[in-house]
């Protein structure tokens, strides 16, 4: 087993890992790794993200693109599409360009690029990811995009949970796998009760999206491997 499997606990802390040549899974489980996978499980063609909401606002004027843009949880103005995995169902996004912007997960990604394969991580996709990473000949990081640098709970929680699923074929790199993997662990068969007393979950609360929050907790609810080929996100 000469493979390893690393996690990086925020994108304030990437710089310290080598990417190159490795697989990095990002994770943004509220919400924005879970609004692309459910996108994608969705009929969406392909995800552009943008980390600058200013980028994202140009393809407003552009033909054939749906947008969408985030802040503090909040939809901003003058985009029709939120950061709510509800609003890509019912075929709002079928064979649709979606661009996105958010206030972490975009973050993450942008910051993810010199990586040899980047692909988005959700408890929704949990398996699929694992699946698709066995067959690959390569080291893997799991970039948790946090809250606005810091650390949180449910992006540690995703990156044990694939640990998990890794062990047998991927020696864990330093002590952040070993961490989350325990914290996983120990928390793993009462997942939503731990998730709802998180920071994120309280103030995503305060915006009235309980029901998003148990929906991003689902694990292997769609079969789908979101990976970014240049600048968009397409199925493998
Ligand atoms: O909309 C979300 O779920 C969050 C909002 S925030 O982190 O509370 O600002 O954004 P995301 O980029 O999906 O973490």
């Given at each position: ?62 033909d054939g693109y749906l947008c969408a843009a ?167």
């Open positions: 087993m000469s493979k390893t499997i690393d996690v990086c606990l925020s994108p304030q802390l990437i710089d310290l890992y080598d990417l190159e040549g490795k697989i990095v899974v990002v994770v943004d489980i509220l919400r924005a790794t879970s609004v692309m996978t459910t996108a994608f499980a969705h009929g969406a063609r392909e995800i552009i993200p943008v980390e600058k909401l200013e980028v994202a606002r140009e393809y407003l004027s552009k985030e802040r503090g949880g909040e939809q901003i103005e003058g985009f029709p599409l939120d950061n709510s995995p509800f609003s890509y169902m019912d075929g709002v996004v079928q064979d649709r360009s979606v661009v996105i912007t958010t206030t972490n997960g975009t973050v993450a990604i942008e910051r993810s690029m010199v990586a040899d394969e980047v692909l988005i991580g959700s408890f929704l996709n949990l398996s699929s990811v694992a699946e698709y990473i066995q067959l690959q000949n390569k080291d893997v990081i799991v970039h948790c995009a946090g809250w606005k640098g810091k650390t949180n709970m449910e992006d540690t929680l995703f990156a044990g949970a694939l640990v998990e699923k890794l062990k047998m074929s991927h020696e864990l790199g330093c002590d952040t796998p070993h961490m989350a993997l325990k914290y996983w662990e120990s928390v793993k068969d009462n997942l939503t009760e731990t998730v709802e007393s998180s920071a994120h979950a309280r103030r995503l609360n305060r915006l009235n999206i309980k029901e998003d929050i148990a929906y991003c907790l689902r694990i292997d609810e769609y079969q789908v491997v979101p990976k970014m080929i240049g600048d968009r996100l397409l199925l493998v």
